[in-house]
């Protein structure tokens, strides 16, 4: 239970290693400017900010959102007109964007979150159908299936990616300690105990319903953000791009791969699960490597309810404690002290 | 300081079957008030009408001055008013501190978002934890205690909210005899520090050596209320306990 309990309330940050890997990606653009290698690194850190903000509401909350690419691809939007209507660059405008997913997060979960149970769930799902019909639709504003093309960053084209690999790394680290915050607060307490027992932790005085809606609102704000990036990354937004469901099925089985409800989880589950897709996308002929990565998700998706449903921290912690010093059941030691009184 | 509570011809019914009617009983501030009845006669209902988690198709319920009728579980919390329940709830995958601290009371942005579990709210929680003699027990996952221990987490949780009145579903259920002596014993102290106990219970024996007034209510209505002895001897409260 120890190590768990530490990783998930972010101990590691008072060990060197987190800080160490961090110097280290700090230092790869420097010594390690090929754009292959950088551009996985990138993607790596935005799944994995990503999957961490999902969490928050996911793991700790325990309410499945299957809405976050809805968030991904309005932060795409918003920032791809910002900068075409009102000429504000991204790397100023994404965090604001950012706050207009979490006031819709917090709208859609003042819809959906005063209720317990699957109506959430749904509800996010349509969500993203509703925006990415919306996008298509309001041709005069987003150039409908056309999409949008956004200004070039004036830099020359090797070293364009740099501001984007430092970006994602910044969302990550910000999702990173925002998680731990929360993991470590009563509010995370909070989003616990709404995962455990929803009706005895409303029972406890937690005001249920507001804590959801918070924890969405906090949760969505790495989607938009990342979408915001994103679309200035590729120069380009349409609506397929922006809204497809399997970014927000890598944010679940990423979370889930490395351990829901523990901070480090979703991190660990990114940087295994992202290169090894990318890696897969790179063997295979381009022709069919959108259907074979969908097919190799699926696997992945069911081995890990199979073999894994606990997510490999978890799993290596409890295999850890199997062969502990003291294996008593807790029961047997505690039994002499509650009769002795 | 402590409130009365004042429960006034509640009914409730699921479909066609009435748990509730009619129902008015009143708690006195600082009393060991017990609500007895046969199975099915309508006390977890009560319960779950007076904190929240059902709405009463009608009647008042009031504590003190404030009218609790359509509010919700965790504002009732915040007025003073804690509840165990039946089959003991505890955060089975939180720590016996966590399980602790999430009663405390939380507003605001800025005490939301500070560490868990420090302070003076640490003191307080491990000194409920000593008072119930789980102290040692502060971080193991509450999943792993005994049945007894959890029972008396989920009261210690309890006390973290700070009630006035605690409503206890059937506290000494499957408990041995031993630990029903502690439980005894932790009651009344509590109530000597001025703690209202409305108690459903079916031992009893606890009942009758713990509690004054007792109260019998029988499908959803109080038949009958007084001191043990006088409930006892009480042929409408043998009626209902032995058939009609």
Redesign the interface.
């Known amino acids: ?1 120890r190590l768990e ?1 530490r990783l998930g309330q972010g101990w590691p940050l008072r060990r060197g290693w987190p800080w160490a890997g961090l110097v280290l990606l700090l230092l790869v653009p420097l010594v390690l400017p090929e754009g292959f290698y950088l551009d996985l690194l990138m993607f790596t850190f935005m799944y994995a900010a990503m999957s961490v903000g999902w969490d928050i509401m996911g793991g700790y909350a325990g309410y499945v959102s299957l809405g976050h690419v809805g968030f991904f691809g309005l932060g795409s939007y918003a920032a791809a007109l910002l900068l075409v209507h009102l000429g504000l660059p991204v790397f100023i405008t994404a965090p604001l964007v950012g706050l207009m997913a979490s006031l819709l997060g917090a709208g859609l979960g003042f819809i959906s979150l005063r209720t317990r149970g699957p109506a959430f769930v749904i509800v996010t799902l349509t969500f993203t159908y509703v925006a990415q019909l919306l996008m298509l639709d309001l041709k005069s504003v987003t150039g409908g299936s056309q999409g949008l093309f956004l200004p070039l960053l004036d830099l020359p084209a090797n070293l364009v990616i740099v501001p984007f690999y430092y970006g994602m790394l910044a969302l990550l680290v910000i999702a990173i300690l925002v998680s731990i ?2 993991r ?7 989003l ?2 709404i995962r ?2 929803e ?10 319903s507001l804590y959801k809606i918070l924890a969405f609102a906090i949760s969505v704000w790495f989607a938009g953000t990342a979408g915001a990036l994103h679309a200035q990354y590729l120069n380009y937004v349409d609506p397929d791009l922006a809204f497809e469901l399997i970014i927000t099925l890598n944010l679940i089985i990423m979370s889930l791969f490395g351990s829901r409800g523990i901070v480090w989880g979703p991190v660990l589950g990114a940087f295994i699960l992202y290169p090894l897709s990318a890696y897969l996308v790179f063997l295979v002929p381009s022709r069919v490597a959108g259907q074979v990565h969908l097919a190799a998700l699926g696997i992945v998706l069911v081995l890990v309810v199979m073999f894994l449903p606990d997510g490999l921290i978890r799993s290596y912690q409890g295999w850890r404690t199997k062969r502990p010093k003291d294996a008593r ?3 047997a030691r ?2 002499i ?3 002795t ?1 | 300081m402590t409130k009365d509570l004042a429960v006034h011809s509640v009914a409730k019914s699921f479909g066609g079957v009435t748990a509730l009617a009619e129902c008015s009983l009143e708690v006195r501030a600082g009393s060991i008030t017990a609500l007895i009845g046969p199975n099915g006669s309508g006390k977890t209902t009560l319960f779950n009408c007076v904190t929240g988690f059902y709405r009463p198709d009608q009647g008042e319920m009031r504590f003190g001055e404030t009218v609790l009728t359509g509010l919700r579980p965790n504002q009732i919390v915040h007025l003073g008013i804690a509840r165990t329940f039946q089959i003991t709830r505890i955060f089975k995958n939180m720590t016996v501190l966590e399980n602790m601290i999430v009663p405390v009371r939380q507003l605001g942005l800025r005490t939301l978002f500070t560490a868990g579990i420090k302070g003076h709210e640490r003191e307080r929680a491990e000194g409920l934890l000593e008072f119930f003699g789980i102290a040692f027990l502060r971080d193991e996952m509450a999943g792993r205690l005994s049945f007894g221990q959890q029972k008396l987490l989920e009261l210690a949780a309890a006390l973290m909210a700070e009630p006035t009145l605690l409503m206890l579903d059937e506290p000494a259920g499957g408990l041995n005899p031993v630990m029903i002596d502690r439980l005894t014993g932790y009651i009344r102290e509590l109530n000597a520090d001025g703690m209202t106990f409305l108690i459903i219970e079916h031992n009893m024996g606890f009942v009758m050596q713990l509690c004054e007034p007792v109260i019998v209510i029988h499908r959803g209505r109080v038949i009958a209320r007084g001191t043990p002895a006088a409930v006892r001897a009480n042929p409408a409260v043998l009626d209902a306990y032995l058939g009609d």
Do not use: C, H, Y
């Open positions: 239970m309990r915050a929360i470590r607060s009563k509010f995370g307490l909070g616990i105990a455990e027992d009706g005895k932790a409303e029972a406890s005085g937690v005001n249920t059941p807790l029961e505690a039994s002290v509650e009769t009184g």
